[in-house]
């Protein structure tokens, strides 16, 4: 298990390290983040209908609260994503070679919103019960939101954050789906 985390925590960094560089703040941002992630890998069953006694949410619409998640599922289906207008599911098909990169609240709090936590749920099927692992990456300190993507079209969203206390703020109250809206939205 250590040497899988320690492989997927490579590519964790790595789409950090594009995504940074995309919007222009990789040197000066990519690096002291890198220092202050920390991962929490979780192997995660999903009971099929049968053992649910027929019930088919094997986990209702949420976002993460990680900075970004990186799935890596069986052979079973199940997991759907909620488009950005809210208007649908996209059903996500496995494959055992692949992994699904998702931005979590955090993400899009440091983003100033460019980058959507996209809602997602699992809805089983079948007999089968369903497995997968999850890398959640979450942040020690304050997530500060670089002064580059924040500008007349994107005015800022946020104001510096504790991921710990977003992740607190959220398992001590009920919120929408974006809790960092909620706790740390201006």
Not at 138 to 143: A, D, L, R, W
Not at 165 to 186: D, E, P, Q, V
Request: with cysteine; proline share 4%; charged share 20%.
């Amino acid at each position: 298990m250590i040497d899988y985390a320690t492989r997927v925590s490579k590519l964790e960094k790595l789409v950090k390290r594009m995504v940074f560089e995309s919007y222009g703040v990789g040197e000066k941002c990519y690096d002291s983040h890198v220092e202050s992630s920390t991962f929490l890998l979780r192997l995660i069953k999903y009971k099929s209908p049968d053992e649910l006694n027929k019930l088919e949410i094997g986990c209702h619409a949420h976002t993460d609260k990680s900075f970004l998640t990186i799935l890596h599922q069986d052979e079973v289906n199940g997991l759907e994503i909620q488009t950005k207008d809210g208007q649908h599911w996209i059903g996500f098909q496995p494959s055992p070679s692949s992994f699904l990169v998702m931005a979590g609240d955090a993400f899009l709090a440091w983003s100033n919103g460019r980058i959507y936590a996209a809602p997602h749920r699992v809805v089983m099927s079948g007999r089968k019960a369903r497995y997968s692992t999850g890398l959640f990456t979450y942040h020690e300190g304050v997530i500060h939101i670089p002064n580059e993507l924040v500008d007349h079209q994107h005015p800022l969203q946020f104001k510096p954050f504790n991921h710990y206390g977003l992740l607190n703020y959220f398992s001590s109250s009920i919120t929408a789906h974006s809790s960092s809206k909620a706790y740390c939205g201006l």
